[in-house]
């Protein structure tokens, strides 16, 4: 059996998730990472933390089909016991997410529920599915965003869903704790990535702005984000439970 632990990381071929899966291997975890439809992408980030000497595997997910999940944990299963030797893992990381940008007035019913879907219903449901596969002792890492706490116009869907996953993350916390499970979110403000068709990245404008409004006078980096998710799974963080930790440099402060 595995003495190892292993983390599902959701959102792992690109962006946070890739900076994430690499920082996982490095304080010595094994990943499970998936991908939506980047799966050459998803292979390089597996080759990656096996050249740092760890094991991983890549698996397709849609966070927006619920009616998946039954059949992704069968794959899991699969993956838990023929790469790992094992039957559960420790830790679940929900980082898929997409951006939505749209004015309260303008914003539509597809794409409210489109966004509530991947960014709130998905995460629950999958974080119920997975509990039966889930370690006693292990710990669950949600993300959010800067953006629950710094208004910023056209983000009012996206942020209340966030919002959502703060507090369900409170709840997760105080129900599973006779399990010996850990919830915490993380919130990370600005960072260049594509996210959001990389505007944060690409547009000078938005990015020096960003940057102007900062303590530390940047825009944030995927590798500012991963090395706090990847602490959050390590055993000197085993007594930070129900927290919400923003790593956003300082932003309107």
Not at 7 to 13: D, H, I
Not at 217 to 240: H, K, N, Q, S
């Amino acid at each position: 059996m595995s003495t190892t632990k292993i983390a599902l990381l959701t959102g792992g071929s690109r962006g946070l998730g890739k900076s994430m899966a690499q920082h996982l291997a490095k304080k010595g975890l094994d990943v499970i990472l998936t991908y939506h439809s980047q799966q050459a992408e998803a292979a390089g980030v597996v080759g990656e933390i096996t050249a740092l000497g760890r094991k991983a595997v890549a698996l397709q997910l849609d966070t927006s089909t619920v009616n998946g999940f039954d059949a992704f944990f069968e794959q899991v299963k699969t993956a838990l016991r023929d790469t790992f030797g094992t039957a559960k893992f420790d830790f679940l990381i929900n980082n898929v997410g997409t951006g939505l940008y749209a004015p309260f007035a303008e914003t539509t019913e597809e794409q409210f529920d489109q966004a509530l879907t991947i960014h709130f219903k998905g995460s629950f449901f999958l974080t119920q599915k997975a509990l039966p596969l889930l370690n006693d002792g292990g710990g669950i890492v949600n993300i959010s965003s800067g953006l629950t706490r710094i208004i910023n116009p056209s983000s009012s869907a996206y942020a209340s869903m966030k919002a959502a996953m703060e507090v369900l993350t409170k709840y997760q916390a105080k129900e599973l704790g006779s399990r010996r499970i850990q919830v915490n979110i993380v919130a990370p403000g600005a960072i260049e990535t594509d996210f959001g068709g990389g505007r944060t990245r690409d547009n000078k404008q938005i990015n020096a702005h960003l940057a102007s409004l900062t303590a530390l006078g940047r825009v944030g980096l995927p590798e500012d984000i991963g090395p706090v998710v990847a602490f959050l799974c390590t055993d000197e963080a085993r007594w930070i439970n129900a927290q919400r930790l923003e790593a956003s440099g300082g932003m309107s402060i």
